[in-house]
Each structure stands twice: as C-alpha cells, then as structure tokens.
C-alpha cells in the first residue's frame, strides 16, 4: 500500500446510494429506512413546497432520526435563498446529521459562507468541529464554470455533483445524456483535482419508470469515475448499490493483482502480466481502492445489521 496520490487521502463516507426522502411527507419518512439505502436526503429544498417549508424545518430532527435508524447516513439538502438556508442550517446542523447538500452553488464564496455558519453552529452546540460535510450541487452555467473553485473551497467539502434538471433548465436544453455529457463531466474532473467524491451519474435523476435504462446508465456513469449517486425511488437503491460497488469478480481480480504485483516486487520487478495484461502501479492501486472500498462496505453492512438486531 502507500501508493495513494495526495490529493485521494481525505476520509469519505461510504456511499453507493443516497435517496431523498421529503421532509414533510410521513408515509416516505417512516418506509426510508427500510429501502436499503446507503444515506437519506432528507429534502427541505425541492419536494417541500414554499408554504411547507416552515413545518418541514420544524421537524427535520425526527426525520433524521427516523431515516437513520438503521444506520445510514443522513444528508438535509438545505435552500438556497439565503434567509431559507440559514434556518435550514440552524435546524440541520446536529449530530444526528452527517452531511448538508447545498443547492445551487455558484461560486466558492457560497461554500466559505455555509461552512462558516456550520463552524458557529457546531461551536454554539458543543459539537466536534468539522463534523457537519457539505455537498455542493452545481446548476447553473455560471457554477459550471466555477466548478473546480467550488470543489476546492472548503475542507468540509466532500462531494460534488451537476442538478441535471435544474442545470438543463438554465441552459434552456433537453435534460437527455449527450446535452448533460459534457457538463456531467466538467463536474467529475473538478472533484477528482479537488479531491472529493464525484456524486451522481449521466442523465437525468428525474426518469425512474425504466430500471434497465437506468442500469445501464449507472454502468457507463461507474466506468467514468462516479462513485455514488442520489436517487428519488426505491426500485433505485439496489442498482445503486450493487453496480456502485464491487463485484465478486472485481474483489477476485483485485486479489489477484494485489498478490501478484507483491511477489514480482519481491523479485525485484516492477510489473508482471495477468490474463494477458501488463500490471504496474496504477492498476495496482485501482485494485488497493477497489479492496478498501470492498472492506468499507463489509464493515458498514455488519455495522447496520447489529444496529437492525438489537432494535429488535
């Protein structure tokens, strides 16, 4: 091991699938936690209508609570004007929230400043600094344009992903893969600079009514560096999760090549071949992340099992 560029070090959450849930609607908030999902967005943005939005931050706790029970993680996408943000994070921020997804980010000073208010809150509360994340969502022309100061704003910043329909609708083009390609990507290339996790995939979040489409937009969207996304329905999750994550012939290859590149090393050699391929240092540590995320995965799946055993 050892190999791991600086800008890959930063602790992330384990995440494949991240579902919303609208704050204000019961029904979806008692079901969420038997979904399956990696981490809920509790939303307060979107899904919430304006004269909602009040009751819906009343009760943003509870919901919280109530989405992680079975141990997931908990994201509360926030507003964005900005006297809505403010009491979104005065009601988020907390430890029973692990991350607040910030809509329309345009620039880095809108990351500086909601970091800010997370350092108050968290000071006022008596809370480990730094323990509330943030995930910036760019939508609009003008974010895409500052999306890699936005990836590298702010320590807190762990995730970055394109509002495909809001973006589309700025652009004023249809919300289909070859429009959303080029600034789907724009976003990919920023976080990885940046060192933070490129969240979503290629296309619209908004079409869920045909699972093997969707499937197949995941596959592409893993093999261009994405490692997780959000979802809006159910029959999502376990695409998610299973192609976010990988496979039992992945961790068998990655074994492999583990094994292998440690006895040519042990000769003296730096690469060796397998199934016909030349193996060095980068697909050795693909094949170290792919082994750590494996193991990460292990351990969060044994984690919540205990936590579903003893709320029995």
Same mark, same amino acid.
Request: charged share 25%; with cysteine; net charge negative.
């Given at each position: ?47 919430? *209508? ?12 509870? *919901? ?16 964005? &004007?900005?006297?809505? @943000? ?50 910036? %969502?760019?939508?609009? @022309? ?97 695409? %998610?999760?299973? %192609?976010?994550? &990988? ?49 990460? %995965? ?15």
């Amino acid at each position: 091991m050892g190999r791991e560029s600086d800008n890959m070090t930063k602790a992330f959450p384990v995440w494949r699938s991240m579902m919303f849930v609208p704050a204000n609607i019961p029904r979806f908030v008692e079901k969420a936690h038997t979904r399956g999902a990696d981490a809920y967005i509790v939303d307060l943005e979107d899904s919430v *209508v304006e004269a909602e939005k009040a009751a819906a931050r009343g009760i943003v706790q509870d *919901v919280a609570a109530t989405v992680g029970q079975a141990g997931a993680d908990v994201i509360v996408r926030i507003n964005r &004007p900005w006297r809505h @943000a403010v009491r979104d994070l005065e009601a988020a921020v907390s430890p029973g929230v692990h991350t607040i997804a910030m809509p329309k980010v345009g620039d880095a000073g809108h990351v500086q400043a909601i970091a800010e208010i997370c350092d108050e809150l968290e000071a006022e509360r008596g809370m480990t600094p730094g323990h509330t994340k943030l995930w910036a %969502l760019v939508e609009t @022309a003008a974010g895409l344009f500052n999306a890699r100061e936005i990836a590298g704003a702010h320590d807190r910043l762990i995730g970055l992903s394109l509002g495909s329909e809001d973006f589309a609708l700025d652009i004023g083009m249809a919300p289909d893969v070859d429009g959303l390609y080029p600034p789907t990507m724009e976003c990919v290339y920023a976080a990885r600079a940046a060192g933070i996790m490129p969240l979503g995939f290629l296309g619209s979040i908004a079409g869920f009514g045909d699972i093997e489409a969707f499937r197949a937009l995941i596959q592409r969207s893993r093999a261009l560096g994405f490692v997780a996304s959000s979802c809006i329905h159910p029959a999502q999750v376990p695409v %998610l999760n299973e %192609l976010y994550g &990988p496979s039992a012939e992945e961790v068998d290859w990655a074994h492999r090549v583990i094994d292998g590149f440690a006895e040519a090393e042990a000769d003296g050699r730096g690469s060796f071949q397998l199934d016909g391929k030349m193996i060095d240092i980068p697909i050795v540590v693909r094949a170290e992340r792919l082994m750590a995320r494996h193991d990460a %995965l292990k351990t969060r799946a044994a984690r919540a099992a205990a936590m579903t055993e003893a709320s029995r």
